[in-house]
């Protein structure tokens, strides 16, 4: 096993290990996950020919995080996933530590990738490289090695390259930590994909504001929707208030104008994209029909890496269903891609039902995988409880608070996240063998997380401190993967 090339080492353990990980009862049965091994961020979200192609961080060889490849599906729908070839593995000087996060974009009928090279010697240094490699194909990548080094200002926490065209020029954003350690975001613009200028930090605290707004800022990303520039980016540090920043790490989105020229972005606050315990490092791309579609990592770095139950089973992690983003109200929506809906099988609708005062459950509204919608169509009541299996979804009118609470992964009681929310209006949710996608009002807000109940767990049940009246849709849903 010694002298073979990372590549087959790869093949070799997902031949010897694939079985472990498909018998795990909590394997998911409509969500990308990893063969075997530990994923992580989504890299190269792009639409190439005809097929939509999501890559991810990828370490084979454990549940822990490594030296990290990408893996790479690809699709005509967002829903069937076929596995392509591995795309890159870490097997140059530049890249030796791992192949790490980075972006796709198509010119000239070619697709190019730009990731970080992640390099450390023998006393632990760390140096990154910003890399490129093409592909003809979609499918095999040639390295042309590293085409940016670390500025000065910044430590070697310089990495993850989002590359975008504006204007007939190229652009690239890259997350970073300036020598004082604090996190920002920096602009390089190209005129041709190769040769790379550094343009100066767009955000951060080089720009003397928001100073002490975390040590690293990762997995930036640029785009523009409506009339906003929408600055996506997962900083590392921030301090829970409230009911805000209350993972280990964050990720959420500016909102402003950008002067590509300067440059300098005019921005307002940061607000995070999710509300659940596992979201981060997402990405966006754009399709044919013009549509903002976002993947994000279906887990968060560290947090109970130790205690989450697939790992016995030799994988750890998978990606959010891709969703689509929209600007509405002075916010971002995001709601579930309409594709979805081929894995609807066994409707069952529920229409004006009301509930006063009870706990109720609904005949055929039970199981371990399934889509349900909820749309209220009357609201006399303070609180409104939804549990599925070990969960709990909860509205609470007086506090304006939506709470999602789950069974700790160490089975020692339970955790929750919230939100504020003026009115429930709908609910849409994804519920997989051992995850949790609930999209409210429309995808105002989005609570994502892992959740493992008991393998035998299949009640769904409502309950109202008041009166209610709702319409309720539910579906089984095909097993993809
Ligand atoms: C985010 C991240 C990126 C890095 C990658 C390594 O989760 O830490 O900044 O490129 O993961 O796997």
């Not at 454990?62 to 076929?82: C, F, M, N, P």
């Not at 269903?321 to 099988?345: D, I, M, N, S, Y």
Request: hydrophobic fraction near 35%; include cysteine.
């Amino acid at each position: 096993m010694k002298h073979l090339h990372p590549i087959k080492k790869a093949l070799q353990q997902i031949k010897e290990k694939q079985d472990i990980a498909q018998s795990d009862p909590h394997r998911l049965h409509f969500h990308i996950m990893p063969p075997v091994g530990l994923l992580n961020d989504p890299n190269g979200f792009v639409f190439y020919q005809g097929h939509y192609h999501i890559f991810y961080q990828w370490n084979p060889f454990a549940t822990t995080h490594g030296q990290k490849y990408w893996g790479h599906r690809i699709s005509s729908d967002l829903v069937h996933w076929e596995e392509a070839p591995i795309a890159l593995a870490p097997d140059e000087w530049f890249d030796k530590d791992g192949c790490y996060s980075g972006s796709a974009i198509v010119h000239n009928e070619k697709l190019y990738i730009f990731y970080t090279g992640n390099v450390k010697d023998h006393d632990g240094n760390r140096a990154s490289y910003q890399c490129l490699a093409v592909s003809d194909d979609g499918l095999h990548f040639d390295k042309k090695g590293p085409v940016i080094e670390v500025p000065k200002g910044y430590t070697a926490h310089f990495r993850d390259p989002k590359v975008f065209s504006k204007d007939g020029s190229w652009f690239m954003v890259i997350g970073a930590q300036n020598t004082q350690e604090q996190g920002e975001v920096v602009l390089y613009s190209s005129p041709d994909l190769e040769n790379w200028f550094y343009r100066g930090p767009l955000t951060g605290a080089h720009r003397n504001e928001l100073d002490n707004f975390g040590y690293m800022w990762e997995c930036p990303d640029l785009f523009r929707i409506k009339d906003q520039d929408i600055l996506i980016v997962s900083p590392q540090g921030l301090e829970a208030k409230g009911y805000k920043f209350n993972n280990i790490y964050q990720s959420g989105y500016f909102t402003g104008q950008v002067d590509y020229e300067s440059p300098a972005y005019q921005h307002g606050s940061f607000e995070e994209l999710d509300r659940g315990f596992d979201f981060y490092a997402p990405q966006t791309t754009v399709d044919e029909s013009g549509r903002r579609l976002l993947f994000g990592w279906m887990g968060n770095a560290e947090v109970g890496e130790t205690q989450h139950p697939t790992a016995e089973y030799g994988w750890i992690h998978a990606l959010t269903l891709p969703r689509t983003l929209q600007w509405k109200k002075g916010k971002l929506f995001q709601t579930p891609v309409k594709e979805l809906a081929v894995l609807r099988k066994n409707e069952v609708v529920y229409e004006n039902i009301t509930i006063i005062n009870q706990h109720k459950q609904f005949n055929q509204v039970a199981g371990k995988v399934f889509e349900l919608q909820i749309t209220v169509t009357d609201w006399s009541t303070n609180i409104f409880s939804l549990t599925i299996g070990e969960s709990t979804l909860r509205f609470n009118q007086n506090s304006s608070t939506f709470t999602l609470e789950r069974k700790c992964f160490n089975n020692q009681g339970t955790e929750s996240r919230h939100c504020h929310l003026d009115k429930l209006e709908n609910i849409q949710l994804f519920k997989d063998t051992s995850s949790l996608e609930v999209f409210i009002n429309n995808g105002e807000e989005v609570f994502t997380s892992r959740i493992f109940d008991d393998t035998n767990e299949q009640a769904v049940s409502f309950q109202a401190d008041g009166q209610v009246t709702f319409n309720l849709q539910k579906w089984d849903l095909e097993k993809i993967f």
